[in-house]
């Protein structure tokens, strides 16, 4: 039988001694998983370098507001967005601004990660970044326009030499939907 350790949320509940947060999404056949969560599957699990273990916490904690997990020496466990994010201290392997996005005119990095939200939490989000006084790499614009895809769109950094892409979006499942001349093979 699988057991999920989450980090806690407003709504928490410990049964076992696993804490579950309420964020995440609901239904289906968890129970047949082991599974607390109903619905939930899996989790994305994305483990990255940091320059600065104390930003990190500032930023992804603090800013982000996404909760911290488990405390070890030289790395920090977040709650992204219901997703598992590690910050490792190893100043060594950031990559920062190094390389470009194919056809991007903007300034985001190659390397860069990000969570897709409804429009209303983008813009709670992008309040709350120029408020802390984050830099960004782009500002809040819209990007596709006119396409299915439309989209807010703002890349920020972190302080610890890595890049965070936020993508509004009216249903977030849009971000997937692909134009029928997209599809066209040459």
């Not at 699988?2 to 407003?10: I, Q, V």
């Not at 982000?64 to 392997?93: S, T, Y």
């Not at 190094?98 to 390397?111: F, I």
Request: hydrophobic share 35%; charged share 25%.
């Amino acid at each position: 039988m699988f057991r999920r350790a989450a980090f806690p949320s407003s709504d928490e509940e410990v049964v076992d001694g696993v804490v579950t947060p309420s964020l995440l999404m609901g239904g289906g056949q968890a129970q047949e998983y082991g599974m607390k969560e109903p619905g939930l599957r899996t989790l994305f699990h994305f483990s990255f370098a940091v320059n600065d273990l104390d930003r990190a916490r500032k930023f992804y904690g603090e800013i982000l507001q996404c909760p911290e997990g488990r405390k070890l020496p030289g790395r920090a466990d977040f709650n992204f967005f219901g997703h598992h994010l590690v910050a490792h201290l190893a100043p060594e392997e950031v990559v920062g601004s190094q390389g470009a996005k194919v056809g991007d005119s903007k300034k985001t990095p190659l390397r860069h990660f990000g969570v897709v939200m409804t429009l209303e939490d983008f813009r709670r989000t992008a309040e709350r970044l120029s408020k802390c006084g984050v830099e960004f790499l782009n500002e809040p614009s819209v990007t596709q326009k006119g396409t299915i895809r439309e989209q807010m769109l703002m890349t920020v950094t972190d302080g610890c030499g890595n890049a965070i892409e936020f993508k509004g979006l009216h249903n977030i499942t849009d971000v997937y939907a692909v134009e029928r001349s997209e599809t066209a093979r040459t």
